[in-house]
């Protein structure tokens, strides 16, 4: 069973990168079986996906934060990362990294957030 | 994007209950649906996926159907430790997007 652990870096400040990385048990990030994904939470509000990185090192990424995003692999420490540049108090949120598991049986494919992290919260201030 | 909206937004309830929480997505994705529950302090876990297959683990008290752009998750008999906050998911096309949320809370 997927495990999933996020760093803690805790306190970013207005307009600098927020780095956080998320360290994988019980499963490889080098596998095909999943996609890893970063998904956000504002204090109080709702779930935001942010992107997803195949083991290919394929991305996607919500096009709400698009040209500040960058999602990588790092196969040799079996995890995956999180930059999100230019930060601002909107971007204060839980954060989550997750595994994306799915099922292409019938031709088209269901993926889901199988497995979460237990969340990093970000604060974003001076 | 694709956009969910989720009703009630809150509802209490009493332990024994069956309860029904309904999703609408702004656009037909077929049954590209999933369903969370977060408690409080805690990450979100997958329920169901698929609108109607039954995560491994999940109590069989739960349930999902619909298709197209309606859908429920239904809780057939309502025990302590699923007061929580229930988040539709599409997986149709990304961005993939999830509902506001619906609390359920005791009476």
């Known amino acids: 069973q997927v495990q999933l652990q996020e760093s803690s870096p805790g306190l970013v400040k207005p307009s600098e990168t927020l780095s956080l990385s998320c360290t994988v048990s019980?499963?490889?990030?080098?596998?095909?079986?999943?996609?890893w994904s970063w998904i956000r939470q504002p204090p109080g509000k709702g779930l935001e996906w942010i992107g997803y990185?195949?083991?290919?090192?394929?991305?996607n990424y919500n096009p709400s934060l698009k040209n500040r995003v960058t999602i990588s692999l790092d196969t040799s420490k079996n995890r995956f990362s999180l930059k999100l540049s230019s930060v601002t108090t909107a971007d204060a949120a839980v954060y989550y990294c997750a595994s994306v598991g799915g099922d292409c049986s019938t031709g088209n494919c269901q993926n889901w957030f199988a497995a979460w992290g237990q969340g990093t919260l970000v604060t974003v201030s001076s | 994007d694709i956009q969910l909206t989720q009703s009630p937004s809150s509802l209490s309830a009493s332990v024994g209950d069956r309860c029904t929480i309904t999703c609408r997505a702004s656009q037909n994705i077929s049954n590209y649906l999933n369903w969370y529950q977060q408690k409080v302090g805690k990450a979100p876990k997958l329920l169901m996926y698929?609108?109607?297959s039954l995560q491994s683990g999940v109590p069989s008290r739960f349930s999902g159907s619909g298709s197209g752009t309606d859908f429920t998750l239904t809780l057939g008999s309502l025990q302590p430790e699923d007061f929580a906050t229930y988040y539709c998911?599409?997986?149709?096309?990304?961005?993939?997007?999830f509902g506001p949320g619906t609390k359920v809370d005791v009476k």
């Open positions: 019980g499963g490889s990030v080098s596998s095909d079986n999943y996609y």
């Open positions: 990185i195949y083991y290919s090192g394929s991305t």
């Open positions: 698929a609108a109607s």
């Open positions: 998911q599409q997986s149709y096309s990304t961005p993939f997007t």
